[in-house]
């Protein structure tokens, strides 16, 4: 708990405090701040939903119930439809390619295209690329076809399923597994850290290795409140967030990597595509580009391109 | 401690006759105001969103809606009539039928007051008829209605999976085995005594009343196979399954067994068959009867939901003061171990469901043990199943129960009578309590077998 | 104390068939919408995207609007295992001071439903931290007509809203302050019956605000069954 005279800045989010990539990093920014900020500042972290979901959590902090959180970047579309760019499958190539883009001017803007909503990006965490999967074997773009699949609220998301003949599906998080499990929908998509912390793969045909998607969080807090720090205060709190997230992003290729085996010694199946079987997804995908492309901006489709091409290189 | 201060506030506005829902909120929100820094307009948030953000807990309006289309449309009867074919030539065959009944029903109907009225009201009649005391009827059904909310669908289940987020799905398979058990029991105590006490016996009306009697049932019984083969067999998820159930109970009451709606004979006169008059389709959506069910139904899950949301509130405040945690500390330390701990949860729950509705105690004792029960190694599952079993153990037990009130209602005798009628019948339950708190594999092997084993993602 | 008790006047009936038929027709179309959806999905692989969200806010709708009428028809359940054991005056009494803490407690909860829903409908938030002392002044991030659902499409009907609340741009969902708008309304009502309610105690119309049991009113048709001894 904090002490008197500490000033008290809740996080909120929705996964657990030592598994889940984000809550490895809240945890770590939370001892940080409460080790180094000792009597100045103090970090209350609420996991798991216990406060807010992450549709409750942006309204709870314009109205300054809650001071941080890192909702997933899908959630800013409301916002900005820039974030879309992150939903467009195949966009980026790897998460070195999410990450140079996260960093460059055009990431730093999105960082900021919210201010005038009154809420402010901080900094952007991984947790990774995503993956599909089924009931069935999940080979060429076809297999899909027909196939109920549960997404996250997004309309790109939805939109690659329709592209794919394949029907969205709405559902809450923790009806996942059971659904999955006895076929009210037939698949899922997400990032190895979430199959595995989901048990997924135990409720799947098996896991078919895409990297499609990119589901990563960005840390946000109201602008009202971030200005009304004192200079000093609000530096070493960035500096802090800061330097967590650069080795809490450095570290996600290692997680993501362990999360993958996990899910493998589980015995699950993992599919991977030879590279004319991952071209077919792309091909089957890439028309949903243009139907966002007003969204997320034409030049920043080629600044993402870039990227990958350069990190390919 | 704060917290003591504040649960002795929520007990004292109870007990001058505020409402439930009414001392939770106005408890808590004084203290998150005094406490914390936490705006009103963020309890209007907790309140909209208990609702609006509980995705689970839409099951509930929908069970409800479904068992009133059953208990107006005529099912309760033809399940009675079907149960005395099997069982009520038994020695007590009569109470044994009562208790089969209340079994069958309560795997249509997600509640245990429900019950004890569709059932026992007809019941306690029949059994006083053919030479039972009234006190004994009631304290069958009292106790068998009880099993309205462990054997699925439960709307106290899916209560504890919305606070635990656990799934419901498995928590209405946990309480199939343990259902299944307790009524078993019931039925084997009834007849101990009726072989003593020289109870009457019915007489055997051959299977062609169980075919007939059966036949007549089944529509109303193939509930129990939408509801747990929809869910099991992947058709839909339990909230979609509360819903298909409650559209399918109104087409039997209004269009098969034609007991309300446009078809149903007024003043003694016979139902009309649907083929004689098929605008019936149409007209059973705006028939009074229709709006009169929806009605009663959305009325009980407003009264409900006003509690539950207003424990939403006390949850929050919880979270907010960081109570679980420091509780869990404290027991931790102290080394409890899980039979203590499970000692201390069943001896909360006992003296809690004195006071408040299930439902709400369930959602603001669940996340106070939920955590110690993970770190304790106790299956959430099994937990699960526990409180229910204690929740119906609550609504039975002197001085006040739900099951009592509603028993001395549809009985029309004294509350004190039916406590004591209830007594004997009580020291089976609580053997039952017993045996489910510490043979955990009674809950959790059925769910465990159809749906792998449970994870913990917390 | 009975929750069958009616309104006499005609205006009051109206009102009582109005609340009524409300709380069906919303249940009724929760009940249809997750029906069909199971439907589309199971027979025809598809399914109305919105319609989760669609229910979720009829859920609350449901709840919002329906408290008062409970109110009305004393429905809302409680513990009366004390206040049957005291005198009557000690139990209208206490009744009266019940009633007073229903009272606060539905301003307070109208002051935070305001406050809530009234910056999605670009509307100040009242400043005070238990009672209202008056508005706030609006600020740049006051205004949040902006803020829209997760998954019901904007209705074309309704775009004439647009250049009254949302500077003209065009909502792609319904905005927030829709849906919410029941929170105030629902706590207003609250605070009118809970008032009615004392009134009703303090001129000793009715001498509680509970019911005990959830089950009363089906506990008093069937009552009749067992009760000629
Ligand atoms: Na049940
Ligand atoms: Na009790």
Redesign the interface.
């Known amino acids: 708990a904090c002490d008197d005279g500490e000033m008290v800045i809740k996080f909120s989010h929705v996964t657990n405090t030592d598994k889940h990539p984000k809550g490895i990093a809240a945890s770590l920014l939370q001892q940080r701040i409460n080790d180094e900020m000792d009597g100045t500042a103090c970090m209350e972290v609420y996991p798991n939903s216990t406060l807010y979901n992450d549709d409750q959590v942006l309204e709870a902090m314009l109205n300054g119930d809650v001071q941080m959180a890192a909702p997933s970047l899908s959630k800013f579309e409301q916002f900005t439809k820039v974030f879309r760019i992150f939903d467009l499958p195949f966009m980026f190539v790897n998460m070195d390619a999410v990450d140079t883009f996260q960093n460059s001017e055009t990431g730093k803007a999105m960082k900021e295209s919210m201010t005038r909503r009154g809420l402010l990006g901080l900094q952007f965490w991984h947790n990774g690329l995503t993956q599909f999967s089924a009931n069935k074997p999940l080979i060429s773009p076809e297999d899909a076809k027909g196939l109920k699949f549960r997404v996250q609220p997004s309309e790109v998301l939805k939109a690659n399923m329709e592209q794919l003949g394949a029907s969205p599906q709405p559902m809450a998080f923790s009806e996942v597994y059971g659904a999955l499990q006895t076929g009210v929908v037939d698949g899922q998509e997400n990032t190895w850290s979430n199959i595995y912390g989901q048990k997924f793969f135990e409720v799947q045909d098996g896991i078919t290795e895409t990297n499609h998607g990119v589901l990563d969080y960005m840390v946000v807090t109201s602008t009202d409140w971030w200005d009304s720090l004192d200079d000093d205060v609000r530096t070493q709190i960035a500096t802090i967030l800061e330097e967590v997230t650069t080795e809490r992003n450095a570290a996600i290729a290692e997680v993501d990597a362990d999360n993958r085996q996990a899910v493998l010694d589980a015995g699950a199946e993992i599919r991977e595509l030879t590279p004319e079987q991952r071209q077919a997804w792309v091909d089957a995908l890439k028309p949903v580009w243009e139907k966002f492309t007003d969204d997320v901006g034409q030049e920043n489709i080629d600044a993402a391109q870039a990227i990958n091409a350069d990190v390919q290189g | 401690m704060d917290v003591v201060l504040l649960f002795v506030c929520i007990i004292g506005?109870?007990?001058?006759?505020?409402?439930?829902?009414?001392s939770l909120?106005?408890s808590s929100?004084i203290f998150l105001?005094v406490l914390s820094?936490?705006?009103?307009?963020?309890?209007?948030?907790s309140?909209?969103?208990?609702?609006?953000?509980h995705?689970?807990?839409?099951a509930i309006?929908?069970f409800i809606?479904a068992s009133s289309f059953m208990?107006t449309g005529g099912v309760a009867r033809r399940i009675i009539r079907v149960s005395i074919a099997l069982v009520g030539h038994m020695h007590g065959g009569l109470a044994i039928a009562g208790v089969f009944a209340c079994m069958l029903f309560a795997a249509l109907s997600g509640?245990s007051?429900?019950t004890?009225?569709a059932i026992g009201?007809?019941v306690?009649?029949g059994m006083?008829q053919v030479g039972y005391t009234?006190d004994f009827a009631a304290g069958v059904i009292a106790n068998a209605g009880t099993l309205g909310i462990l054997i699925p669908p439960s709307i106290v289940m899916v209560v504890y999976a919305s606070a635990t987020?656990v799934?419901?799905?498995?928590m209405f398979l946990a309480g199939v085995i343990p259902g299944l058990l307790a009524g078993t029991m019931l039925m084997i105590a009834i007849y101990i005594m009726a072989r003593v006490k020289k109870l009457p016996k019915g007489d055997w009306l051959g299977w062609g009343e169980v075919f007939v009697a059966g036949r007549d049932a089944l529509w109303g019984l193939f509930l129990i196979v939408i509801i747990l083969g929809g869910?099991?067999?992947?058709?839909?998820?339990?909230?979609?399954a509360a819903?298909?159930a409650?559209?399918y109970a109104f087409l039997i009451a209004n269009f098969v067994y034609c007991d309300m709606g446009p078809l149903a004979g007024r003043n003694g006169e016979r139902n009309t068959p649907l083929w004689r008059k098929p605008i019936a389709l149409v007209t059973a959506f705006f028939h009074r009867d229709?709006?009169?069910t929806?009605?009663?139904?959305?009325?009980?899950?407003?009264?409900?939901?006003?509690?539950i949301?207003n424990a939403m509130i006390l949850k929050?405040v919880l979270?907010?003061e960081?109570i679980p945690q420091q509780i869990a500390a404290v027991m931790l330390d102290a080394g409890f171990g899980p039979i203590v701990f499970l000692i201390i949860v069943n001896v909360i729950l006992l003296i809690g469901g004195q006071?408040m509705?299930p439902s709400g105690l369930l959602v603001i004792v669940a996340?106070l043990v939920f955590p110690i029960a993970i770190e304790l190694g106790i299956d959430p599952i099994h937990l699960g199943i526990i409180m229910v079993v204690n929740m119906e153990i609550g609504m039975i037990t002197p001085?006040?129960g739900?099951n009592l009130?509603?028993t001395s209602?549809?009985?029309?005798m004294p509350m004190m009578s039916v406590v004591r009628a209830a007594l004997p019948f009580l020291a089976v339950l609580f053997v039952f309590l017993i045996m489910v708190t510490y043979i955990p594999i009674l809950s959790t092997w059925l769910p465990t077998t159809f749906?792998?084993p449970e994870?913990i993602?917390? | 104390m009975s929750s069958h008790s009616q309104s006499q006047s005609a205006l009051g009936r109206m009102v009582n068939e109005i609340e009524e038929t409300a709380i069906a027709v919303i249940l009724g179309i929760m009940t249809l919408i997750t029906f069909v959806n199971v439907v589309l999905r199971y027979g025809f692989n598809t399914g109305l995207i919105w319609g989760l969200e669609a229910v979720t806010i009829l859920f609350a709708w449901l709840v919002l609007f329906g408290i008062s009428y409970a109110v009305k028809t004393t429905a809302h359940l409680g513990v009366d295992a004390l206040t049957n054991l005291v005198p009557l005056t000690v139990r209208r009494a206490l009744a009266i001071i019940a009633a007073v803490l229903c009272i606060v407690y539905a301003a307070l909860l109208m002051k935070g439903a305001w406050d809530y829903w009234a910056n999605f409908a670009n509307l100040p938030q009242t400043t005070g931290r238990w009672f209202p002392t008056g508005f706030e002044e609006m600020s740049r991030t006051s205004y949040r007509s902006w803020y829209e659902v997760v998954d019901i499409p904007m209705p074309d009907w309704l775009r004439f809203i647009e250049p009254m609340i949302n500077e003209g741009e065009p909502y792609e969902k319904l905005p927030r302050f829709i849906p919410y708008v029941m929170l105030p309304f629902g706590a207003l009502l609250l605070l009118v019956r809970f008032v009615q309610a004392g009134v009703r105690v303090w001129t000793g119309a009715q001498d509680s605000l509970i019911v005990s049991h959830e089950a009363e009113d089906a506990v008093q048709d069937v009552a009749h069954m067992n009760r000629e001894d």
């Not at chain 2, 506005?13 to 009414?22: C, K, N, S, T």
């Not at chain 2, 820094?37 to 948030?45: C, G, K, N, P």
């Not at chain 2, 799934?167 to 498995?170: A, H, L």
């Not at chain 2, 009325?299 to 409900?304: R, W």
């Open positions: 506005l109870m007990l001058i006759g505020v409402p439930i829902a009414v909120g106005l929100v105001l820094d936490t705006s009103l307009s963020s309890v209007a948030q309140f909209y969103q208990a609702m609006a953000g995705y689970t807990l839409l309006p929908f809606l208990s509640s007051p429900a004890v009225v009201s007809i306690i009649a006083r009234k987020d799934s419901v799905g498995r869910i099991y067999g992947g058709i839909f998820t339990p909230t979609e819903a298909v409650a559209v229709t709006r009169d929806l009605f009663e139904a959305g009325k009980l899950t407003i009264t409900l939901m006003f509690i949301a929050h979270t907010d960081q006071f509705e996340p001085p006040v739900l009130f509603v209602g549809v009985a029309g749906m792998g994870i993602t917390n």
